[in-house]
């Protein structure tokens, strides 16, 4: 173990959120102590100081440091912890289309999240009290009424920002019900992406999913195409009984395949449209996905999300591009990787 440690992190959260969701379950996989606690208005001035006010909040214990954002959390745990049940695939190729597919679902996957969350009416009034109980415990009655709907029209007012528009919706609900088919035909509770023992891809998609099978419409869906992978989810929850191996160079199952056949005609055109709008100054792009429109506004964030991917496929070793080109190859993919 690398890294100086006095006692269990401090991961805070929340139960809605998809993000503390995969880090919670990721920590538990890798048997790495920790007390959960829920960020609520009777703590949230402890993390005044973290900027942006994101979740979840990792505390290290050697000095009570607050970080953010999942992704890096989940490598600066690997360094810490360079043996203790590491979710990157030891294979790099492996490693870095499982950092592709968790990429992929923090960016593109959370999407059918907020859709399904504040669309549709049952979706939109189970969410908004289910987090005004567990943010705002001292609200009850008539404040906890007016604070949940504070809230989801907050929501509701953001979804333009994140691509969630009325014309965008059969994109977003095709793809939730195509990830969810290939899912079907390959997980189980020692079946995963890249082995028998869950990835950081796994827990990308576990993240939003298990949202996903939370609310009432997407539950719904789940439960009707897809009851195999909603056990698994249950799962992932906490699988740090799980033993196992990562798969052979040749033999990624048919399910990660598509995924990644996913993420090479729909995730990285959709990075690199909005990308392309930015160098030009536009304040929106669109293009065409799973046969349907797409436009939204323009993210800046995501712009490092291709950087970073891009860095990544470069710096592969000749044999291990090679074996990630095989994957990726006539989705339009390697394309967008390759390019400056």
């Avoid at 000749?318 to 993919?333: K, P």
Wanted: charged letters at 25%.
């Amino acid at each position: 173990m690398s890294g100086q440690q006095s006692g269990p992190y401090t991961l805070i959260g929340s139960n809605g959120s998809p993000y503390s969701l995969k880090m919670r379950a990721l920590m538990r996989y890798r048997r790495l102590p920790f007390n959960w606690v829920l960020r609520t208005t009777r703590n949230r001035a402890e993390f005044e100081a973290v900027k942006p006010a994101l979740v979840p909040v990792l505390k290290l214990p050697e000095d009570g440091s607050l970080h953010i954002d999942s992704t890096p959390l989940i490598y600066r745990l690997e360094d810490r912890h360079p043996d203790a049940r590491s979710v990157i695939p030891k294979n790099k190729a492996h490693a870095f289309l499982s950092h592709l597919i968790e990429d992929m679902a923090d960016e593109w996957c959370t999407k059918m999240m907020f859709h399904y969350r504040w669309t549709y009416d049952a979706d939109i009034h189970y969410a908004s009290y289910w987090i005004a109980d567990d943010s705002f415990p001292d609200d009850v009655g008539e404040k906890r009424d007016s604070m949940a709907k504070s809230f989801a029209e907050r929501q509701i007012g953001r979804m333009p920002l994140v691509g969630c528009t009325p014309e965008n919706a059969p994109v977003i609900e095709t793809g939730y019900q195509r990830i969810l088919s290939l899912l079907e035909t390959h997980v189980g509770q020692y079946e995963f992406l890249f082995g028998t023992r869950p990835s950081i891809g796994d827990f990308g998609l576990y993240g939003q999913l298990r949202v996903l099978a939370t609310d009432p419409t997407p539950l719904s869906i789940i439960r009707a195409i897809a009851q195999r992978t909603e056990s698994w989810l249950r799962q992932m929850d906490d699988a740090s009984g799980i033993e196992g191996d990562w798969a052979a160079k040749d033999t990624l199952p048919a399910a990660t395949q598509g995924l990644l056949e996913f993420a090479g005609y729909v995730y990285l055109p959709f990075l690199a449209a909005n990308a392309q709008a930015i160098s030009k100054g536009q304040d929106s792009f669109s293009l065409t996905l799973l046969d349907h429109p797409y436009s939204q506004g323009v993210f800046p964030y995501q712009v490092k999300c291709l950087q970073d991917l891009k860095r990544r496929y470069n710096e592969l070793s000749e044999e291990n591009r090679a074996t990630v080109d095989h994957y990726l190859g006539g989705t339009g993919a390697l394309e967008i990787l390759a390019s400056n």
